[in-house]
């Protein structure tokens, strides 16, 4: 089935130590997103990217980073990892239809 | 900015029906959705309604949008236990805008 796929599922990391979370999509989607949902929040986007153009927006840290090496492919890149930054990342995509596919999340924990 | 408004906390008998409720303040609004989010999973997305449309049904589940109030409203027919999750309203402008989401009503189904 087409779908979004996260790896990995859970993720544990160094405060400090960078951590790398992935994101592949079979659905061909020209559009993919990151999003961070902290306990009992909703998910807050951190960036996407449209083709190839990145979007940032305005009050990501910049300790937060996305590689988008091809149409399949995305990468979270969290440089720094603090006590702050744990929480479910979300990948989505969508295309022209506008529905966007969330992935099942890494849920990442900094110790 | 854009806001999505819920209320956070629904509980309802098995086989009642359950209607949770959101309201948005952008006009420029073009898509609406719900997704359901159970616990330590991805975002489901359940459905979405055109802003040029007043009504969507699919099988239990009726989506009804007043577009002069900002309204927006999911009824689950015949609730189920499997049907407990957090279930968040969202809405999202035309072209891959990103989405704007609420912080999520948590649906208690009591057997």
């Known amino acids: 089935d087409a779908m979004v796929i996260q790896n990995p599922r859970y993720q544990v990391t160094q405060f400090g130590k960078p951590v790398t979370l992935s994101c592949s999509q079979t659905l061909n989607h020209n559009v993919m997103y990151w999003y961070q949902q902290k306990s009992s929040q909703a998910p807050k986007l951190l960036f996407h990217?449209?083709?190839?153009?990145?979007?940032n927006e305005a009050d990501t840290p910049d300790n937060f980073q996305s590689r988008r090496p091809n149409t399949s492919f995305c990468f979270l890149d969290i440089r720094s990892p603090g006590l702050g930054d744990a929480a479910m990342y979300l990948c989505a995509t969508s295309s022209a239809s506008n529905e966007q596919f969330f992935g099942p999340g890494t849920r990442l924990t900094v110790l | 900015g854009e806001d999505v408004e819920q209320s956070l906390f629904l509980s309802v008998r098995e086989g009642d029906s359950s209607v949770i409720n959101c309201t948005y303040t952008?006009?420029?609004?073009?898509?609406l959705y719900w997704y359901k989010q159970e616990p330590g999973a991805g975002l489901q997305l359940l459905t979405y309604i055109f802003s040029n449309m007043d009504m969507k049904q699919d099988q239990r589940l009726t989506v009804l949008l007043n577009k002069k109030d900002k309204h927006l409203s999911l009824r689950i027919a015949d609730t189920q236990t499997g049907d407990s999750a957090i279930y968040f309203c969202?809405?999202?402008?035309?072209?891959?805008?990103?989405?704007?989401f609420g912080k999520g009503t948590r649906l208690s189904v009591i057997a």
């Open positions: 990217y449209y083709d190839k153009d990145f979007n």
């Open positions: 969202a809405e999202t402008g035309a072209g891959n805008t990103p989405l704007v």
């Open positions: 952008d006009s420029s609004s073009t898509y």
